[in-house]
């Protein structure tokens, strides 16, 4: 009985995800995921991402963020060929090559790995950070939210190490235990905190995502987060 609903809510989410209408726009596109359309919108509502830029994508697998701010960077908005702006990418999980992006693939908490990505940066600090990152979910809701309040306060740590004062943080989150404080958080530690939720963000799910805009001064040039 159980394996039967089992594969009944498999094959409602398969048919669902094969009519999502960005799912079907991404293959049109090539993007790798339809999670790109959820920065696009959230880019074309703050104007955060803009050619010449300096952007780290932490928790780029499978790189759809990154295809899309590349795309941004291209004078013709092409997938390949010249490029106007540096894209660092980084993640645990090994991601297939972007033309003009160059990834780390580690765990930027590692002293190691944040060596890597100091040599890739060169001196620069990044105009926009953008995190995508989750934990794997367990469905415990106190651990889940935990370990996802930890991953922002680690991208939120990154960014007063790595980002210009006037910078932008774009992170993930769920609503749920925890949200209030991780907004109370951003809001102690950004100027102008903003929660969004794009059209490509499924309606049944608790995601959103806050945008936090210009560090304060107090915020700025923080340790790195690496212990």
């Not at 908490?109 to 060169?122: F, T």
């Not at 007063?160 to 925890?178: C, D, I, N, R």
């Amino acid at each position: 009985m159980k394996k039967s609903k089992s594969g009944k809510v498999n094959r409602a989410w398969l048919n669902d995800h094969m009519n999502d209408p960005y799912v079907k726009m991404a293959t049109k596109e090539g993007y790798r995921a339809r999670a790109a359309y959820k920065l696009k919108e959230i880019d074309e509502q703050l104007g955060l991402i803009k050619p010449g830029y300096l952007v780290v994508d932490l928790g780029s697998a499978p790189g759809a963020w990154s295809q899309y701010v590349r795309r941004k960077f291209s004078p013709g908005g092409a997938a390949a060929g010249e490029l106007n702006g540096t894209i660092i990418a980084m993640d645990i999980l090994p991601m297939e090559p972007i033309e003009g992006v160059t990834f780390i693939q580690g765990d930027f908490r590692e002293p190691d790995v944040l060596a890597r990505v100091a040599q890739a940066l060169q001196g620069r600090k990044a105009d926009v950070v953008i995190s995508d990152m989750a934990p794997n979910l367990s469905g415990i809701e106190s651990a889940d939210a935990a370990r996802m309040a930890h991953l922002i306060e680690l991208a939120i740590d990154f960014s007063q190490a790595h980002m210009k004062p006037e910078g932008a943080l774009v992170t993930k989150m769920f609503h749920g235990s925890g949200y209030s404080q991780l907004v109370k958080t951003f809001k102690e530690t950004f100027r102008v905190v903003k929660p969004l939720k794009p059209k490509a963000s499924r309606d049944k799910s608790s995601e959103t995502f806050v945008i936090g805009m210009g560090l304060k001064p107090e915020k700025v040039g923080r340790a790195d987060p690496a212990e």
